[in-house]
């Protein structure tokens, strides 16, 4: 009987805070909050970063049926400093570490559903056989991808920063425009770790902001140099049921932060 009774009270508990969610993410507003997801590879490789190119497109095609459109950090910055004009259901969608196939594989894919992406790139692995090398990163940026900097060689920044700032968050970004002739305004916190000298150094070295993976929404309410992402990782749901419950759970978790403020 008690167990009958508990399980009541949690579902009771459940749909009561479901349904209060889904009133404030329906009715209130979320502020300037935009949603980041945050890829790493598209492939068939059977790791848990990799998403295959069947998913990525039916994620994408999911998306575009719930109202999303994707921009670029830049575009969000231009939102958020001087209150620019953005689509309505504005997404950014980014890939860390700068994979070749992110060329080969996502780029077809993206343009192919009229999208646009941000890569991150770890500047010293450019060349190594599975990543861009800097031809690669040239006909991305031309294809319109916006180009940013994952560190120069992807170290824990909140380790040393006071070393590691000159060389993983500087030079980084300066290579990468040496490079790609483009601009690099920014970083994604390896590992998704930062603290206040990282911060720090990415604003002295000209950075516009930060992005980790700590899951949720990003916008300015947190600061432009800590902000959400919602990673995407594979798993067993099908692709569009997958990506409203990513979205969902980041939406949630904005809500309760919201209730903490």
Same mark, same amino acid.
């Given at each position: %009987?008690?167990?009958?009774?508990?399980?009541?009270?949690?579902?009771? !508990?459940? !749909?009561?805070?479901?349904?209060?969610? $889904? /009133?404030? %993410?329906?009715? =209130?507003?979320?502020?300037?909050?935009?949603?980041?997801?945050? $890829?790493?590879?598209?492939?068939?490789?059977?790791?848990? &970063?990799?998403?295959?190119?069947?998913?990525?497109?039916?994620?994408?095609?999911?998306?575009?049926? %719930?109202?999303?459109?994707?921009?670029? =950090?830049?575009?969000? +910055?231009?939102? /958020?400093?001087?209150?620019?004009?953005?689509?309505?259901? *504005?997404?950014?969608?980014?890939?860390?570490?700068? $994979?070749?196939?992110?060329?080969?594989?996502?780029?077809?894919?993206?343009?192919?559903?009229?999208?646009? *992406?941000? !890569?991150?790139?770890?500047?010293?692995? !450019?060349?190594?056989?599975?990543?861009?090398?800097?031809?690669?990163?040239?006909?991305?940026?031309?294809?319109?991808?916006? %180009?940013?900097?994952?560190? /120069?060689? #992807?170290?824990?920044?909140?380790?040393?920063?006071? @070393? #590691?700032?000159?060389?993983?968050?500087?030079?980084?970004?300066?290579?990468?425009?040496?490079?790609?002739?483009?601009?690099? @305004?920014?970083? *994604?916190?390896?590992?998704? &770790? /930062?603290?206040?000298? *990282?911060?720090?150094?990415?604003?002295?070295?000209? +950075?516009?902001?930060?992005?980790?993976?700590?899951?949720?929404?990003?916008?300015?309410?947190?600061?432009?140099?800590?902000?959400?992402?919602?990673?995407?990782?594979?798993?067993?749901?099908?692709?569009?049921?997958?990506?409203?419950?990513?979205?969902?759970?980041?939406?949630?978790?904005?809500?309760?932060?919201?209730?903490?403020?």
């Amino acid at each position: %009987m008690r167990k009958g009774v508990t399980w009541g009270l949690t579902v009771l !508990v459940a !749909v009561f805070v479901g349904l209060f969610c $889904y /009133w404030k %993410m329906a009715i =209130l507003p979320m502020g300037q909050s935009i949603p980041i997801l945050c $890829y790493h590879k598209i492939s068939k490789d059977a790791d848990k &970063m990799s998403i295959s190119p069947e998913r990525f497109r039916a994620q994408l095609a999911e998306l575009k049926k %719930m109202g999303y459109r994707t921009i670029h =950090l830049g575009e969000a +910055y231009g939102y /958020w400093q001087s209150g620019e004009s953005l689509p309505e259901g *504005a997404l950014i969608i980014t890939f860390d570490d700068g $994979y070749r196939d992110n060329l080969l594989l996502a780029e077809p894919i993206l343009q192919e559903a009229g999208e646009k *992406a941000t !890569v991150f790139l770890i500047t010293k692995r !450019v060349l190594r056989w599975d990543f861009l090398d800097w031809d690669e990163v040239r006909a991305l940026q031309k294809a319109g991808w916006e %180009m940013g900097s994952h560190s /120069w060689s #992807h170290v824990d920044l909140t380790v040393r920063t006071d @070393f #590691h700032g000159e060389v993983e968050i500087r030079k980084s970004r300066l290579e990468i425009e040496k490079r790609s002739g483009g601009d690099a @305004f920014w970083l *994604a916190y390896p590992f998704g &770790m /930062w603290n206040e000298e *990282a911060i720090r150094w990415a604003k002295e070295s000209g +950075y516009h902001g930060a992005v980790t993976t700590r899951i949720g929404f990003g916008g300015p309410e947190d600061g432009l140099f800590m902000l959400d992402r919602i990673p995407v990782i594979p798993n067993g749901l099908p692709a569009g049921i997958d990506m409203r419950l990513r979205l969902l759970r980041a939406e949630g978790i904005e809500f309760f932060r919201w209730l903490s403020r």
